[in-house]
């Protein structure tokens, strides 16, 4: 299985980088590179980052940091990136040693200790290791889960909502990062007439916006309560 992973992995890589390296790339050390330049959205701004994979001691590092046991097929994957950004699509790694392992320019990316220890919801199965994470167009936010079945789950950020299942991270890998591709087009724009977020999540931009103007008005009423006990 292990296997099928690294062979999906250097398809999907080879993919990513026929894309969008004609716009510009940054290579770094240990298999990592940028790719697809964007200079209009910020000078250094890439649409792809892949970060150099981990050895044992960096999974060990993983583990760690998300207090969780990470399944062998995440660990495959992580052992080829840690972790990698596309587009909107964000997967999570380790920041033991990453900007170091990448080389200069590369970075780090968004570690497996937010969606598993500071920002993980009650109705989450216990189970489930927070892998990652999908911007939509403007507030909403999906939140990928590995469960421990096998299937990748993606979860709504502010409400216990299901929006996408895909059978295994493998199937996952090969519909997202394709898709993650058609969303932009040969600048590294993105389309105008594009879902950003896959599956049932037709009503999760609304939801996320309710749930911002909730917090701004809480944040809005701690604040008097506040000046209050300061008069």
């Known amino acids: 299985m292990t296997n099928d992973i690294s062979a999906l992995f250097q398809k999907l890589t080879i993919q990513v980088r026929e894309a969008l390296d004609p716009l510009g790339y ?17 000078p250094l701004a890439y649409l792809a980052t892949f970060y150099a994979g981990l050895d044992d001691n960096g999974i060990q590092a993983a583990e760690a940091e998300c207090d969780r046991f990470i399944p062998d097929l995440y660990r495959a994957l992580l052992r080829h990136t840690n972790g990698l ?25 968004i570690s497996l200790v937010y969606q598993n220890v500071y920002e ?23 939140h990928f ?36 591709l058609s969303l932009y087009d040969a600048e590294g724009r993105i389309k105008s007439d594009v879902k950003q977020l896959p599956g049932d999540t037709e009503t999760w931009e609304a939801i996320a916006e309710a749930k911002k103007g909730e917090q701004a008005r809480a944040s809005g009423l701690r604040g008097k309560i506040a000046d209050m006990f300061r008069r």
């Open 85 to 109: 950004r596309l587009g909107k699509l964000s997967l999570h790694g380790t920041t033991f040693q990453s900007a170091y392992t990448s080389g200069p320019g590369i970075g780090q990316p």
């Open 26 to 42: 940054m290579d770094g050390a240990n298999g990592a590179f940028k790719t697809g330049h964007v200079p209009g959205i910020a």
């Open 120 to 142: 993980r919801p009650n109705y989450i199965p216990n189970g489930h290791l927070g892998i990652g994470a999908m911007n939509g167009e403007w507030h909403s936010q999906g």
């Open 145 to 180: 889960y590995l469960a421990s079945t096998g299937e990748v789950e993606m979860y709504h950020r502010d409400a216990n909502l299901l929006g996408a299942r895909w059978a295994s991270i493998e199937e996952f890998l090969q519909s997202e990062i394709p898709r993650q």
